[in-house]
C-alpha cells in the first residue's frame, strides 16, 4: 500500500479533496503504482481508475424532528437552562411591552369613542400601578366600568327625577299654605 501513497495524495490535489475520499480500483493497482506525475493520475482519473467517493449526506430528518418538538415547548427544562430567568426573559422587557401593549389598545379606545377621557386617564394610571395582567382583564374591566358606569348613570336620573318632584310638592304645598293664611287674614 506505500506504493500509492503519493498516487492517492496526487488524486487528492487534483480533484481539491481530502486523501480519503480517494478510491483507487484493487484491480489496477499494479498499473497505478507505475504512475508518478499529475498528468498520469489526472488520465488514470478520466478513464475511472481513480474515483472521487461522493461525499456523505447526514439525514436532517432528527433536526427537524426536533425543531418541531422545540416548537412544542420540549427540551427547555431546569437541565437545557444556562442563563438565569431574569436573563432568559427580563422583566424590564416583559414589563415594557405589556406596557405598550395596554397603552395602546386604551389610545385605541379612546379614539373610537369607548371610553371617555375620565375613564382613559384612570384606566391610564391603574395600568401604570400594575392593576392589569393582560390586556384581556383590561377590556373586561372597562365593560365592568362601562355597566357600572350607565347602572350609576340612571340611578342618578332616577333620584333627580325624585328630587325635582319633590320641590315641587314642597312648593306646591307653600302655595297652598300661602293661599289659606290670605284666606284666613282676609276673613279677620
Not at 480519503?20 to 484493487?26: A, E, F, L, S, V
Amino acid at each position: 500500500m506505500n506504493t500509492i501513497n503519493l498516487q492517492r495524495r496526487l488524486a487528492a490535489s487534483i480533484t481539491k479533496c481530502g486523501r480519503r475520499k480517494i478510491w483507487i480500483d484493487p484491480n489496477e493497482i499494479n498499473e497505478i503504482s507505475i504512475t508518478d506525475s499529475r498528468a498520469n493520475v489526472r488520465k488514470l482519473l478520466k478513464e475511472g481508475c481513480i474515483i472521487k467517493k461522493h461525499s456523505k449526506n447526514y439525514s436532517k430528518n432528527s433536526i427537524r424532528l426536533r425543531k418541531e418538538s422545540d416548537k412544542k415547548g420540549r427540551h427547555g427544562g431546569i437541565g437545557k437552562r444556562k442563563g438565569t430567568k431574569n436573563a432568559r426573559s427580563s422583566s424590564k422587557k416583559m414589563w415594557v411591552t405589556r406596557q405598550r401593549v395596554l397603552r395602546h389598545y386604551l389610545r385605541k379606545s379612546r379614539i373610537n369613542l369607548k371610553i371617555n377621557n375620565n375613564l382613559y386617564r384612570e384606566l391610564y394610571l391603574k395600568c401604570k400601578g400594575n392593576e392589569f395582567k393582560n390586556k384581556k382583564t383590561l377590556i373586561e374591566y372597562i365593560h365592568k366600568a362601562k355597566t357600572e358606569n350607565s347602572r350609576k348613570s340612571i340611578l342618578y336620573e332616577k333620584f333627580e327625577k325624585k328630587r325635582k318632584k319633590n320641590i315641587f310638592q314642597k312648593e306646591k304645598k307653600i302655595q297652598t299654605f300661602n293661599k289659606k293664611m290670605l284666606q284666613i287674614s282676609g276673613k279677620i
